[in-house]
C-alpha cells in the first residue's frame, strides 16, 4: 500500500493514514482508493482489530479526486460506443462508492480523524465513516464543491449528507457547492467534534477504544429509519421540494446539468434504501459526466488553469522575485487597487500620481476597505498596519529608483502616458521592467513612447483588483523572454492566473468582452426590446447583461476607447456596431452610466436599478422581434467567433488560455468551458453553419473565418477531446 501507511496500536485500534507518495496532496485516483479498500479488507478480516482511525500524514486529509482522472475518464468514454462508455464510467464510479459502503457496513467502527482540508471524495470517505472528528483550524475546508466544477458527489455525498442533516439543508450546500470551516461544519451538523489539532489523534484513539458495535451501525441502516427534516413522501417535503426546484432553476437557468442531477438524485434516493440509492446517484453522475459542459468546465477551471498557475508557458529564464514596485496613476481605482494587492503580497509600494495628495487618495482607498473588514471581523488592525506601512504614497519619481517594476496605469491617453514614461525612465534602474495596464492600445507602440522596447510589457488587470483572479500579459514586438517571465513571477506572487498574449488592439479579452456589449447595444439600434437583450444576456450565463455591464464599465469609457481608436487608425478605422448608440448617449443624452447616476438604466437612490424607459422612445422598436433563442444565440456567438479570430491571427497561442481568460476575465458563461470550449461543444460544422445563418441576416461579423471553415472541412476540433 504505496500510498497509505497501516498501523495497528495497541488495543486492536487500526490507523489508516492517507499519504499519496508521489503527490503534495492526498487525492482519490484508481491506485490510492485500490491501497484504501485493501486497508479496509484488512480491518474487516482481521478479528484483532476492533476499530479503525482514519487520517492523513499529510498537512491536508484528502483534497478530493483527481480531475485528471475524470476528464481521462471522461475523454476515453467519448470516444467509444456511447452504451459502452456510460457503462466504464458507471462502474468507475460504483466501484469507488461500494469501497466506502463496506467501510460503513463491515462491523467495526470507522472514525475520521479530520487533520486538514476534507473536500468532494474526502469528505464523502467522511461521511461513510461512523463519526468525524476535526481539528480546530480555520484554515480547513470542508465540504461538497464539485458542483463548481460541473459535477456532483458521486460516492455517496447526495444519499448520506441529506440522511444525516436533512434533504434541504443538504441540497442548500450542494448546489452551492458551498465549503466551510470546522466550525461551522459542526454547527450544520457536519461533523460530529472540533477538538484541538494537538489533541486530536488522543481524542480519535479514546473514542475508537470505547466504541461498540452499536456505533458501526449508521441510523439509515436500523428498521423504521426516516431522515430529519421533510422527505419527498410527505406533503410538506413535496412543496419544499417544489419551492427547491424553482429555486435551483431561477439561479442557473437550466445551463448546469449538475444542478439538475443533484435534485433528482437527492429526491428519488431518499425514496429506497441506500444500497439502491447509491446505484441511482451514480447512473445520474454517470449522466452528467458524459455531458459535455461537464467535460468542458473540468478541463478549464481545473486542468487549464492549473496549468496556467503552474507558469506552464514561462520562457527559460532565472526566477525572479520582485520586491518593490512603483504604481503611476496610484489615485485612480486601478492604480489603487494594483498597489493594494501588492502590498498585500509583501511587496513594497511607492504610490505616485500628479501630486502627493492624488497618490494618498489611492491609499485611502485601501484604509476605507481596511476599516470595512475589520469592522466586519474578516481582518486584523495588526493585518491591516502591516500592509498599509508597505504603501508609501508620493509625487517623488525618485523612489522608483530600486524598484523591479514600475506599472502605468493612467488615462487611456497617449500624451499622459509619454510624459509618466518619459519621468519613471530617467530614476529606474536599467534592469527594472516598465509596464502598461492599458486595457486597449498596442504595447508595442507603447514600449516606444517609453524609449525602451526590450523591458517593456503589458499587464492588463481587471477591476476589481482586489477580487478579479486574471492578469493578461501581453507581450510587445521587442519584449525579451526575461521580461516575459518577470512578469509572470509577479503575477503569481500576487497569487493570480496569468494567461500569455501578443499584441493587438484591445489584445484578446477587451478584443471579445467588446463584442458582448456592442452586440447588445447593436440589436438595441436595431429596435429588438431592451429586456429582451437584458434578459438574453442572463439566460446564457453571463453574469451582467450587455447594457447593464456598459454602465458598470461607463458609457464614457468605451466612448473615449472608440475616439483613440479612430484617431489612432485614422482612414483605416472600421467602425464597430452600436458604437452610435455610445456616441448618442453620451453627447445627446449625457448618460454616462452608473458612475453618473444614469445611462441604459435609472439608478433611484431608494431601491433597485430600472431600464431607462427613455430607451423605447429614443430607440424604436421593431414591430417584429427576434426569437429569444435568437438573441441568446447572437450574444454567445458573436464572443466564441472573436476568440477563434484571435487564434487565427495569433494574438493568443492556445485555447487553454482564450477559455480560462475569458472564464476568469469577464465571466464567460461558465457553464460553456469558454468560448473555445463552447465551439467544440456546438462542433466546428455545426458553429459554422449557427454563423453563416446569422452573418446573412446581421452581415459580415457574424461570417466566420477561414480557420473555422478549414477545420469544419477536416472534422477537427480544438481540443483533441
Same mark, same amino acid.
Given at each position: 500500500?504505496?500510498? &497509505?501507511? #497501516?498501523?495497528i496500536l495497541e488495543g486492536g485500534i487500526a490507523v489508516i493514514a492517507w499519504d499519496d507518495s508521489d503527490r503534495s496532496?492526498?487525492?482519490?485516483?484508481?491506485?490510492?482508493?485500490?491501497?484504501?479498500?485493501?486497508? @479496509?479488507?484488512?480491518?474487516?478480516?482481521?478479528?484483532?482489530?476492533?476499530?479503525? &482511525?482514519?487520517?492523513?500524514?499529510?498537512?491536508?486529509?484528502?483534497?478530493? =479526486?483527481?480531475?485528471?482522472? #475524470?476528464?481521462?475518464?471522461?475523454?476515453?468514454?467519448? $470516444?467509444?460506443?456511447?452504451?459502452?462508455?456510460?457503462?466504464?464510467?458507471?462502474?468507475?464510479?460504483?466501484?469507488?462508492?461500494?469501497?466506502?459502503?463496506?467501510?460503513?457496513?463491515?462491523?467495526?467502527? #470507522?472514525?475520521?480523524? &479530520?487533520?486538514?482540508?476534507?473536500?468532494?471524495?474526502?469528505?464523502?470517505?467522511?461521511?461513510?465513516?461512523?463519526?468525524?472528528?476535526?481539528?480546530?483550524?480555520?484554515?480547513?475546508?470542508?465540504? /461538497?464543491?464539485?458542483?463548481?466544477?460541473?459535477?456532483?458527489?458521486?460516492?455517496?455525498?447526495?444519499? $448520506?449528507?441529506?440522511?444525516?442533516?436533512?434533504?434541504?439543508?443538504?441540497?442548500?450546500?450542494?448546489?452551492?457547492?458551498?465549503?466551510?470551516?470546522?466550525?461551522?461544519?459542526?454547527?450544520?451538523?457536519?461533523?460530529?467534534?472540533?477538538?484541538?489539532?494537538?489533541?486530536?489523534?488522543?481524542?480519535?484513539?479514546?473514542?475508537?477504544?470505547?466504541?461498540?458495535?452499536?456505533?458501526?451501525?449508521?441510523?439509515?441502516?436500523?428498521?423504521?429509519?426516516?431522515?430529519?427534516?421533510?422527505?419527498?413522501?410527505?406533503?410538506?417535503?413535496? @412543496?419544499?421540494?417544489?419551492?427547491?426546484?424553482?429555486?435551483?432553476?431561477?439561479?442557473?437557468?437550466?445551463?448546469? %446539468?449538475?444542478?439538475?442531477?443533484?435534485?433528482? =438524485?437527492?429526491?428519488?434516493?431518499?425514496?429506497?434504501?441506500?444500497?439502491?440509492?447509491?446505484?441511482?446517484?451514480?447512473?445520474?453522475?454517470?449522466?452528467?459526466?458524459?455531458?459535455?459542459?461537464?467535460?468542458?468546465?473540468?478541463?478549464?477551471?481545473?486542468?487549464?488553469?492549473?496549468?496556467?498557475?503552474?507558469?506552464?508557458?514561462?520562457?527559460?529564464?532565472?526566477?525572479?522575485?520582485?520586491?518593490?514596485?512603483? @504604481?503611476?496613476?496610484?489615485?485612480?481605482?486601478?492604480?489603487?487597487?494594483? =498597489?493594494?494587492?501588492?502590498?498585500?503580497?509583501?511587496?513594497?509600494?511607492?504610490?505616485?500620481?500628479?501630486?502627493?495628495?492624488?497618490?494618498?487618495?489611492?491609499?485611502?482607498?485601501?484604509?476605507?476597505?481596511?476599516?470595512?473588514?475589520?469592522?466586519?471581523?474578516?481582518?486584523?488592525?495588526?493585518?491591516?498596519?502591516?500592509?498599509?506601512?508597505?504603501?508609501?504614497?508620493?509625487?517623488?519619481?525618485?523612489?522608483?529608483?530600486?524598484?523591479?517594476?514600475?506599472? *502605468?496605469? +493612467? #488615462?487611456?491617453?497617449?500624451?499622459?502616458?509619454?510624459?509618466?514614461?518619459?519621468?519613471?525612465?530617467?530614476?529606474?534602474?536599467?534592469?527594472? @521592467?516598465?509596464?502598461?495596464?492599458?486595457?486597449?492600445?498596442?504595447?508595442?507602440?507603447?514600449?516606444?513612447?517609453?524609449?525602451?522596447?526590450?523591458?517593456?510589457?503589458?499587464?492588463?488587470?481587471?477591476?476589481?483588483?482586489?477580487?478579479?483572479?486574471? +492578469?493578461?500579459?501581453?507581450?510587445?514586438?521587442?519584449?525579451?523572454?526575461?521580461?516575459?517571465?518577470?512578469?509572470?513571477?509577479?503575477?503569481?506572487?500576487?497569487?493570480?492566473?496569468?494567461?500569455?498574449?501578443?499584441?493587438? $488592439?484591445?489584445?484578446?479579452?477587451?478584443?471579445?468582452?467588446?463584442?458582448?456589449?456592442?452586440?447588445?447595444?447593436?440589436?438595441?439600434? !436595431?429596435?429588438?426590446?431592451?429586456?429582451?437583450? *437584458?434578459?438574453?444576456?442572463?439566460?446564457?450565463?453571463?453574469?451582467?447583461?450587455? /447594457? =447593464?455591464?456598459?454602465?458598470?464599465?461607463?458609457?464614457?469609457?468605451?466612448?473615449?476607447?472608440?475616439?483613440?481608436?479612430?484617431?489612432?487608425?485614422?482612414?483605416?478605422?472600421?467602425?464597430?456596431?452600436?458604437?452610435?448608440?455610445?456616441?448618442?448617449?453620451?453627447?445627446?443624452?449625457?448618460?454616462?452610466?452608473?458612475?453618473?447616476?444614469?445611462?441604459?438604466?435609472?439608478? %433611484?437612490?431608494?431601491?433597485?436599478?430600472?431600464?431607462?424607459?427613455?430607451?423605447?422612445?429614443?430607440?424604436?422598436?421593431?414591430?417584429?422581434?427576434?426569437?429569444?433563442?435568437?438573441?441568446?444565440?447572437?450574444?454567445? +456567438?458573436?464572443?466564441?467567433? !472573436?476568440?477563434?479570430?484571435?487564434?487565427?491571427?495569433?494574438?493568443?497561442?492556445?485555447?487553454?488560455?482564450?477559455?480560462?481568460?475569458?472564464?476568469?476575465?469577464?465571466?464567460?458563461?461558465?457553464?460553456?468551458?469558454?468560448?473555445?470550449?463552447?465551439?467544440?461543444?456546438?462542433?466546428?460544422?455545426?458553429?459554422?453553419?449557427?454563423?453563416?445563418?446569422?452573418?446573412?441576416?446581421?452581415?459580415?461579423?457574424?461570417? %466566420?473565418?477561414?480557420?473555422? $471553415?478549414?477545420?469544419?472541412?477536416?472534422?477537427?476540433?480544438?481540443?483533441?477531446?
Open positions: 500500500m504505496s500510498n &497509505i501507511r #497501516f498501523e496532496m492526498n487525492v482519490l485516483y484508481p491506485q490510492a482508493l485500490r491501497d484504501f479498500e485493501a486497508a @479496509v479488507d484488512r480491518v474487516s478480516a482481521d478479528p484483532a482489530i476492533r476499530a479503525a &482511525i482514519v487520517t492523513s500524514d499529510k498537512p491536508s486529509f484528502i483534497a478530493g =479526486a483527481d480531475l485528471d482522472w #475524470f476528464l481521462s475518464l471522461q475523454s476515453e468514454a467519448a $470516444r467509444a460506443d456511447p452504451e459502452l462508455g456510460s457503462q466504464l464510467i458507471f462502474k468507475t464510479l460504483y466501484d469507488t462508492s461500494l469501497v466506502f459502503r463496506r467501510l460503513e457496513k463491515c462491523g467495526k467502527p #470507522f472514525v475520521a480523524a &479530520i487533520n486538514g482540508t476534507a473536500l468532494g471524495g474526502g469528505f464523502e470517505l467522511c461521511l461513510a465513516c461512523h463519526r468525524r472528528i476535526v481539528a480546530n483550524d480555520e484554515s480547513i475546508q470542508i465540504g /461538497l464543491p464539485e458542483s463548481k466544477v460541473g459535477l456532483f458527489p458521486g460516492a455517496g455525498g447526495t444519499q $448520506r449528507l441529506p440522511r444525516m442533516i436533512g434533504p434541504l439543508p443538504a441540497l442548500s450546500l450542494l448546489l452551492d457547492g458551498r465549503v466551510l470551516s470546522p466550525r461551522a461544519a459542526l454547527a450544520q451538523g457536519l461533523v460530529d467534534e472540533v477538538v484541538p489539532r494537538e489533541s486530536l489523534m488522543s481524542v480519535a484513539l479514546e473514542w475508537a477504544r470505547q466504541a461498540t458495535e452499536a456505533d458501526a451501525r449508521k441510523p439509515w441502516d436500523l428498521p423504521g429509519y426516516r431522515p430529519p427534516g421533510d422527505d419527498p413522501t410527505s406533503a410538506l417535503g413535496a @412543496v419544499h421540494f417544489s419551492v427547491a426546484i424553482a429555486q435551483q432553476r431561477k439561479r442557473t437557468l437550466g445551463n448546469y %446539468p449538475a444542478s439538475d442531477a443533484i435534485l433528482k =438524485a437527492v429526491y428519488d434516493g431518499l425514496l429506497v434504501p441506500l444500497d439502491v440509492a447509491l446505484k441511482i446517484e451514480c447512473q445520474y453522475l454517470t449522466k452528467v459526466m458524459l455531458d459535455p459542459v461537464s467535460l468542458s468546465m473540468i478541463r478549464t477551471q481545473f486542468v487549464s488553469r492549473r496549468d496556467a498557475n503552474k507558469l506552464t508557458r514561462r520562457p527559460p529564464a532565472p526566477p525572479t522575485l520582485v520586491r518593490k514596485i512603483g @504604481v503611476l496613476g496610484a489615485g485612480g481605482m486601478m492604480g489603487a487597487g494594483i =498597489a493594494h494587492v501588492a502590498a498585500r503580497a509583501g511587496l513594497e509600494v511607492v504610490l505616485l500620481d500628479v501630486d502627493a495628495a492624488a497618490a494618498a487618495q489611492g491609499k485611502a482607498k485601501t484604509e476605507r476597505q481596511h476599516a470595512r473588514a475589520i469592522a466586519a471581523g474578516s481582518m486584523t488592525p495588526q493585518e491591516s498596519q502591516n500592509i498599509l506601512g508597505r504603501m508609501h504614497a508620493s509625487d517623488d519619481y525618485g523612489l522608483l529608483a530600486d524598484a523591479d517594476l514600475v506599472i *502605468e496605469a +493612467v #488615462f487611456e491617453n497617449r500624451d499622459i502616458k509619454r510624459d509618466v514614461f518619459s519621468r519613471a525612465r530617467r530614476v529606474m534602474r536599467s534592469d527594472a @521592467v516598465l509596464a502598461s495596464n492599458t486595457s486597449t492600445l498596442p504595447i508595442s507602440g507603447l514600449a516606444e513612447l517609453s524609449g525602451r522596447t526590450d523591458d517593456f510589457i503589458g499587464l492588463h488587470f481587471f477591476s476589481p483588483v482586489e477580487k478579479m483572479p486574471l +492578469v493578461e500579459i501581453i507581450k510587445g514586438k521587442g519584449t525579451v523572454s526575461r521580461t516575459l517571465a518577470l512578469g509572470m513571477d509577479f503575477v503569481r506572487q500576487l497569487r493570480k492566473t496569468p494567461i500569455v498574449v501578443n499584441d493587438s $488592439r484591445g489584445f484578446y479579452t477587451s478584443r471579445v468582452f467588446a463584442t458582448y456589449v456592442n452586440e447588445g447595444m447593436g440589436m438595441l439600434s !436595431e429596435g429588438v426590446n431592451p429586456s429582451l437583450i *437584458e434578459n438574453a444576456g442572463r439566460a446564457i450565463g453571463m453574469p451582467v447583461s450587455p /447594457l =447593464a455591464l456598459c454602465d458598470e464599465v461607463a458609457i464614457d469609457l468605451l466612448y473615449k476607447i472608440n475616439n483613440q481608436t479612430k484617431s489612432d487608425l485614422g482612414a483605416k478605422y472600421v467602425p464597430v456596431v452600436g458604437e452610435d448608440v455610445i456616441e448618442t448617449m453620451v453627447e445627446t443624452f449625457k448618460r454616462v452610466g452608473r458612475k453618473g447616476g444614469a445611462g441604459f438604466y435609472d439608478y %433611484p437612490s431608494e431601491g433597485t436599478k430600472v431600464l431607462w424607459p427613455e430607451l423605447k422612445t429614443h430607440f424604436p422598436q421593431a414591430t417584429v422581434q427576434p426569437s429569444f433563442e435568437e438573441v441568446k444565440n447572437r450574444l454567445l +456567438v458573436i464572443q466564441s467567433l !472573436e476568440a477563434a479570430r484571435c487564434y487565427e491571427e495569433r494574438v493568443i497561442d492556445d485555447p487553454r488560455d482564450a477559455d480560462v481568460g475569458a472564464v476568469l476575465g469577464w465571466n464567460f458563461a461558465i457553464w460553456t468551458g469558454g468560448p473555445i470550449s463552447y465551439i467544440d461543444m456546438q462542433g466546428v460544422q455545426e458553429f459554422v453553419d449557427i454563423c453563416d445563418d446569422l452573418a446573412s441576416k446581421y452581415g459580415d461579423r457574424f461570417a %466566420p473565418n477561414n480557420l473555422l $471553415r478549414g477545420m469544419a472541412a477536416k472534422r477537427e476540433r480544438f481540443y483533441a477531446n
